[in-house]
């Protein structure tokens, strides 16, 4: 057994991990928790087992060497609360890896193997929170840590039934110091717990600075750890636990808050520390106001609950630990890695006011608005996606794209799906809403962030004066395909068509934040616009002279999931295509700036060798009712029946393929095809299509003189031929129907490739943007700052729930009985704790 002193680290055995547990007059919940670790799935011997005694003055040190002779026992000499106790632990570990947790809970099988695997893996990934669940393990203790903007490290989900929604890795601000992991020389090189805090939101702290520092807190679910909770502090009276929840988020805000944000929240905080205090006893806070209670001092002594001294005790030790705590914070700051807007999304809901008092909610409110601390602590933004096509089971490439894109943002932030044309699906994190006319104004107004396609700006012309953010997506140059697509429509209503969709983007690129384009090719054609809207400016280029501030590369993606084929959609299914046909897929529609008509004379060619070349055109009819049909369409039809092909090697879906179902198609396929005329549609195109290829692994043969002609080239996904050539097409699809070596090696490079195009990647210039939204730099003027607000957190049982359950306390016991209730609550949901002491 080993005495506590000053020691120096024992060297560090690589591969083993320690694990810290400190106990205070627990000895039968620490010997179960060692116990467990008999199950753990984690070699014995990479695994040191320490323990912290902190003085517990009944033998407990002595019961549990002898219980567990495996473990270390260290007797700290004195009660060093928990943060004391596990970096004394840490003191004498000699594990690549420390982990922490309570003595009164016990690991999972995979609690360490789990968490071990997460920091291999990734460097960035500074500590893992595991996910802690009840003792039966049924309810949430912990899966996320949420911060309020006055430093109250709160659990919002702790008691809720456990679900899969939790079994998803994350980012954290905070784990909980009832089960985390630390790389050991990491823990020594940021200072560990900080002592001051003794116990409570010593693990907000470290978890928070490790964030400022640039290290990950990582969210790992398959460590899982059961605890059981004991509510220790009761026998030490609450209002000590009040006592250092206050001070301690008084301390953990002042040394991770930056300048600005603390200038913010400081004064506002300590105003509510005293206001909660007051609030939550009910004591007259105007006995020594002269004006409100007259009188002579006669009396020497005011009674005040202890509870109520709480927030005035716990400002003067915050106080009293200057200049220490000063030193502590300047030295942070200047270590300091990643902004605080750039982790207020891990706060998750920073304008939560966490108690319900009457008194407090008002003052609450008050001092919020008075500082602009919803204006500053923004975790969430309200993102409006807008597409002007229909949000149904079938969808083309517009409506596609604006799913992903709310798909992508609805992790971090309140995201609503909107489409002008109609909607009849449900929204995968986000919602989905049908708008237009006054419907429309409320879904924009209550927006802070605007992501659209096509013409909103017609439909909504509020916006363009309006404080909103906009991104203007305009992945599609839609004048451009009107030279093509408006062809029948005569040559009035042609001329008219190209006019006024350039108008329409023209102003779009007059108004927006942010410019999202398809391909580097195609910014520069954007940015040529834009110079001729006036957007290219000093202003802007003083700003951000690359102007990526203005303009983005965001490509159409393809899904971060591999395809998975449930049936077989065209082989074996489409009569006249058998198993063992060699099939081509044109994927998507047929528009007029497509050439499928060179592609069918091709297959007509190739079929007099090869009988069993197939192929299937995917879709015919637009399910946009507002796209015309085309007349290559129908010209493709006419050719296709002329060389007695439809039904034998051509085939025609009539319809659209629904979106959740192009994987049954797209597997069935052998080579994905994409043909097109010479012109400048062509030029700026980025065919979404040949993602769909890439998405399923499929060589691809694609006309030349697109974006994706030179990467087709460079990389090895198949072959590019001229536009309208017979021959090359017909070489083509024969080598990559029929040489294996040259599918094989198209294949490999595919593989290869698609992961850069994956949603997860190309939309992450966009996600950094609404992470931190801004006016463009020349809009400001005329514009002035975006309005942004954080929305205020409301608990799952609702307002109305809340004023009920008041209104009952107040009959049964007055206002200390709706206290007293109302600090249950709050104590089961703020804090943790532990059996470190007090």
């Not at 990491?186 to 964030?211: C, I, P, Q, S």
């Not at 096509?389 to 943002?409: D, F, K």
Request: proline content about 5%; overall charge negative; hydrophobic content about 40%.
């Amino acid at each position: 057994m080993t005495r506590t002193s000053t020691v120096l680290p024992p060297t560090t055995r690589p591969g083993t991990v320690s694990v810290v547990l400190v106990n205070y007059k627990g000895a039968d919940d620490t010997i179960a928790c060692l116990r467990a670790f008999d199950e753990v799935e984690w070699p014995a011997d990479a695994l040191e087992l320490i323990v912290v005694d902190n003085d517990s003055g009944d033998g407990s040190a002595e019961r549990i060497a002898q219980a567990v002779p495996r473990a270390k026992v260290v007797e700290s000499g004195g009660n060093l609360g928990f943060a004391g106790g596990c970096n004394l632990g840490v003191q004498h570990a000699a594990g690549e890896w420390v982990g922490f947790i309570n003595n009164d809970a016990r690991p999972g099988p995979r609690w360490i193997a789990a968490a071990v695997e997460a920091m291999q893996a990734d460097p960035t990934v500074g500590a893992v929170a595991s996910k802690v669940l009840d003792w039966e393990g049924n309810l949430v203790d912990y899966v996320d840590g949420s911060l309020t903007w006055y430093g109250m490290g709160y659990k919002r989900e702790a008691e809720r039934p456990d679900s899969a929604e939790y079994d998803v890795p994350k980012d954290v601000l905070f784990g909980t110091g009832a089960a985390m992991f630390v790389p050991t020389a990491l823990y020594r090189e940021v200072g560990g717990f900080d002592e001051r805090f003794f116990m409570f939101y010593e693990d907000v702290d470290l978890g928070w600075r490790l964030n400022v520092l640039g290290h990950r807190v990582r969210y790992v679910p398959e460590s899982l750890a059961f605890h059981k909770h004991h509510v220790t502090m009761k026998k030490f009276g609450n209002f000590r636990e009040s006592y250092l929840l206050e001070r301690n988020a008084l301390l953990s805000m002042y040394k991770n808050l930056d300048d600005e944000s603390l200038a913010k929240a400081l004064p506002a905080a300590l105003a509510l520390t005293v206001r909660r205090s007051v609030a939550r006893t009910g004591v007259d806070a105007t006995l020594l106001d002269l004006q409100l209670s007259p009188g002579g001092d006669d009396v020497g002594t005011v009674e005040v609950p202890k509870m109520a001294l709480t927030g005035p005790y716990a400002i003067d030790y915050f106080v009293d630990q200057f200049p220490e705590l000063a030193q502590s914070r300047a030295e942070l700051q200047a270590k300091r890695r990643r902004s605080d807007r750039e982790l207020f999304p891990l706060f998750r809901h920073a304008i939560e006011p966490a108690y319900g008092f009457p008194g407090y909610l008002e003052a609450h409110g008050h001092l919020v608005e008075a500082f602009g601390i919803a204006e500053h602590f923004v975790s969430k933004q309200r993102v409006l996606v807008v597409t002007g096509e229909p949000l149904l089971e079938r969808m083309a490439g517009p409506a596609i794209r604006a799913w992903e894109i709310a798909r992508a943002l609805g992790g971090e932030h309140d995201v609503r799906l909107l489409s002008t044309a109609g909607a009849r699906i449900e929204g995968d994190g986000f919602e989905v809403v049908h708008a237009t006319g006054r419907a429309l104004r409320e879904q924009t107004d209550w927006a802070d962030v605007i992501v659209f396609q096509g013409f909103l700006l017609e439909g909504a012309p509020w916006l363009k004066d309006s404080s909103k953010i906009l991104v203007a997506d305009v992945y599609d140059p839609m004048h451009l395909e009107q030279l093509e697509q408006a062809r029948d429509l005569g040559p009035e209503g042609r001329a008219s068509a190209v006019r006024e969709t350039t108008r329409v983007l023209n102003e779009q690129l007059r108004r927006a934040d942010l410019v999202l384009c398809a391909s580097e090719k195609q910014r520069d054609f954007w940015l040529g616009q834009l110079a001729g809207q006036g957007r290219v400016n000093p202003t802007v280029y003083d700003e951000d002279a690359s102007l990526d501030s203005l303009v983005a590369v965001v490509p159409f993606g393809l899904a971060d999931d591999e395809p998975v084929q449930r049936r077989h959609a065209i082989r074996g299914t489409v009569p006249g295509i058998g198993a063992d046909d060699k099939l081509v897929l044109w994927g998507g529609g047929v528009y007029n700036w497509f050439d499928p008509l060179t592609l069918v004379r091709a297959v007509d060619r190739l079929r007099e060798r090869r009988p069993d070349v197939r192929l299937y055109f995917l879709g015919l009819k637009h399910p946009n009712p507002g796209v015309p049909d085309m007349r290559v369409a129908w010209e493709l039809r006419q050719l296709s029946d002329e060389l007695g092909l439809t039904g034998t090697h051509v085939f025609f879906n009539e319809g659209w393929v629904p979106y959740k179902e192009r994987a049954d198609y797209l597997l069935d396929a052998d080579l994905g095809v994409s043909t097109h005329f010479h012109h400048v549609e062509t030029a700026f195109s980025f065919r979404t299509r040949i993602l769909d290829y890439l998405w399923a692994g499929l060589p691809i043969v694609a006309t030349d003189g697109d974006t994706f002609g030179s990467l087709i080239e460079r990389h090895g996904l198949g072959r590019v031929v001229p536009p309208q050539d017979v021959d090359a097409l017909v070489d083509a699809l024969e080598t990559y129907l029929y040489d294996e070596d040259a599918v094989a090696a198209a294949r490999a490079g595919v593989r290869e490739f698609a992961d850069s195009y994956r949603w997860a990647q190309v939309l992450a210039p966009l996600v950094e943007f609404c992470r931190f939204p801004r006016r463009a730099a020349d809009l400001q003027y005329e514009l002035g700052d975006p309005q942004v607000r954080a929305e205020p957190f409301h608990r799952r049982t609702g307002l109305r729930e809340d004023i009920r359950l008041a209104r009952d306390y107040l009959a049964a016991g007055g206002v200390r009985e709706v206290a007293s209730r109302a600090g249950g609550r709050v104590r089961r949901v703020l804090g943790r704790s532990t059996n470190a002491g007090a």
